[in-house]
């Protein structure tokens, strides 16, 4: 990694340096005049002669194949109701992404920065009617561990796959405690908290960020040291989108067990999936740190049940440590799950990634591939569970789920919650959903249909699901995950409409106490709200 100080020298000579007749267009905010300003713009501050190899203009042959590169959620593709970007910039140095937020700034054509492309509103490379242009920092994709030291560089245009992968060829004995899907770029996981099957021990993704390299809204490249403290906290749980564009994080690697041992296990309501569950809620948040079991719950068809259909829980498990240990914790705690030695495979910690991302037969070479997995659309909802769903509760929720004449693909991913997570303040860092809860669960909904209609079949029934969910879950504000992003929860109307009262609404949700503190110091360093988006931090105001 480049000292950062040369980062910051070079940003001097290019402000100081700038053209005055592009200055002299500033907050031009014409998307036609864009097409020809900013290209000149973007041209003089990084001294080219030439960069198609950089900008592409939506009106090219090449436009559309960079676009949907690393779109995974193709229904923001389809719909007829959602504005593309004008220019698309790659840059493969951070000058070009610095020289793009400095045009971008001063012409008035706001920036959407894409690492891997999973915003699962799309905010990322769509908008609402803004006109904009697309920072992908795919070509960021640089690892460089340092086992001395525990800690990496991660270029934020990575994925966790390279992440993890890199990782491990370094050590066979550290990790990183993020999310399972290997595709996801690591510029929006970071920055919105980003957590796995290791949260119960090291806490979220965010928690373990201890340095991190930042474009402001003026075009300027720092460090933490000269961000300062307060936007260094913000970056770290609170969306990097909102404050400037991420280049690059430092991260700190944890320890990982030279064996671990996991275990996939289906139960059915025939099979006592809803006692089972009950009881889940009591001691997967209390196991030991090094324990993680997970539940996905879905309804699925099935001859032999009442009905045709049934619910399907799956018990996924991660232990730091080996099979003989787990099972005696697990005989002690939580016999009736009825786990065998036979049901678990000793492994070691980046098998154990490939399992969980369901690549258990693939080499972790895999992990390399930025490929989106799926080629669907997706819908996601998130809530926060404090106490217990009794038993009667379940057994509404899964009559809910197999409504006669629904087949939704919807599945409930439930993370155990409490260890590590206990352990650290809600105000640490702006993620703030710490002690008190039990678990988290993610709403997700995936669909291969293009047709407009089905879509919105599947998302009203969301809404529907949500609604029904509302009495078991977090209340006074129900609370929310950021990187599960919800645009039902609320919205920026358009940049000048921007409401910091009215966005309390769903930044209570995602950030509780947090979003005041958000909200000044998105005051402090973008007063005038250049890095905007439908759910970004406004700047703190009495309006």
């Known amino acids: 990694m480049a000292s950062i100080s040369n980062f910051i020298l070079l940003a001097l000579v290019f402000f100081f340096a700038w053209p005055a007749s592009i200055a002299a267009t500033h907050h031009e905010d014409n998307s036609t005049s864009s097409y020809h300003v900013f290209p000149e713009c973007f041209l003089n501050y990084t001294n080219s002669i030439n960069t198609s190899h950089l900008l592409y203009a939506s009106n090219t042959s090449s436009f559309f194949t960079v676009f949907r590169s690393s779109i995974q959620n193709i229904r923001f593709l389809l719909s007829p109701d959602t504005t593309k970007p004008i220019f698309i910039i790659t840059p493969t140095h951070h000058s ?31 908008s609402d ?76 993704a965010a928690d373990n960020v201890v340095d991190a390299i930042i474009v402001d809204v003026n075009g300027n490249i720092m460090d933490k040291q000269s961000m300062g403290e307060d936007l260094f906290w913000a970056i770290r749980g609170g969306g990097g989108a909102s404050f400037g564009v991420i280049l690059a994080y430092k991260i700190k690697l ?69 099979r003989a240990e787990l099972i005696s914790i697990l005989d002690e705690s939580f016999p009736e799950l009825g786990v065998t030695t036979n049901d678990c495979s000793e492994m070691s ?50 009559t809910f789920l197999m409504r006669s004449g629904v087949e939704e693909p919807l599945e409930m991913i439930m993370d155990p919650w409490k260890g590590r997570m206990d352990e650290i303040a809600e105000d640490t860092i702006p993620f703030p959903h710490r002690r008190g809860n039990l678990y988290n669960i993610q709403y997700f909904m995936r669909w291969f249909e293009t047709e407009e209609a089905v879509t919105q079949r599947h998302l009203r029934w969301m809404r529907e699901l949500y609604a029904f969910m509302g009495p078991y879950v977090s209340k006074n504000p129900r609370a929310a ?31 509780l106490d947090n979003f005041e503190r958000l909200a000044k110091v998105k005051a402090q360093v973008d007063p005038n709200n250049y890095f905007w988006n439908e759910q970004s931090i406004p700047p703190y105001s009495a309006y």
């Open 96 to 126: 070009q992404a610095q020289a793009a937020v400095a045009c971008g700034h001063r012409l008035g054509l706001r920036v959407r920065v894409r690492s891997g492309g999973h915003d699962y509103e799309g905010m990322s490379y769509v």
């Open 129 to 204: 009617g803004e006109p904009f242009f697309i920072l992908d920092l795919v070509n960021f994709q640089s690892v460089d561990v340092n086992i001395a030291d525990s800690t990496a560089w991660v270029g934020a245009g990575a994925t966790l796959g390279e992440v993890y992968y890199n990782i491990a060829v370094k050590s066979p004995s550290a990790g990183f405690p993020a999310g399972i899907c290997p595709t996801v770029g690591v510029g929006g996981h970071f920055s919105g908290g980003g957590f796995g099957t290791m949260l119960r021990k090291y806490g979220t």
């Open 254 to 322: 944890v320890p990982v067990t030279p064996t671990v041992t996991v275990f996939r296990i289906n139960k059915t309501l025939k099979q006592g999936a809803t006692r089972l569950v009950e009881k889940w809620q009591y001691v997967a948040p209390n196991f030991d740190d090094n324990l993680f079991i997970r539940i996905v719950a879905s309804a699925i068809n099935d001859t032999e049940s009442v009905g045709n259909r049934t619910v399907q829980t799956v018990f996924e498990c991660l232990f730091l440590g080996e």
């Open 349 to 398: 910690w980046i098998e154990s990634v490939l399992f969980f991302a369901g690549y258990s037969n693939e080499s972790s070479t895999i992990l390399l591939d930025r490929m989106p997995q799926f080629n669907s659309s997706f819908k996601a909802k998130s809530d926060f569970v404090r106490e217990p769903i009794l038993e009667a509760g379940w057994e509404s929720i899964w």
């Open 481 to 511: 995950y950021l990187n599960y992003k919800d645009i039902d929860l609320g919205r920026n109307e358009t940049p000048e409409k921007t409401s910091y009262v009215k966005a309390k609404v769903w930044g209570n949700a995602y950030f």
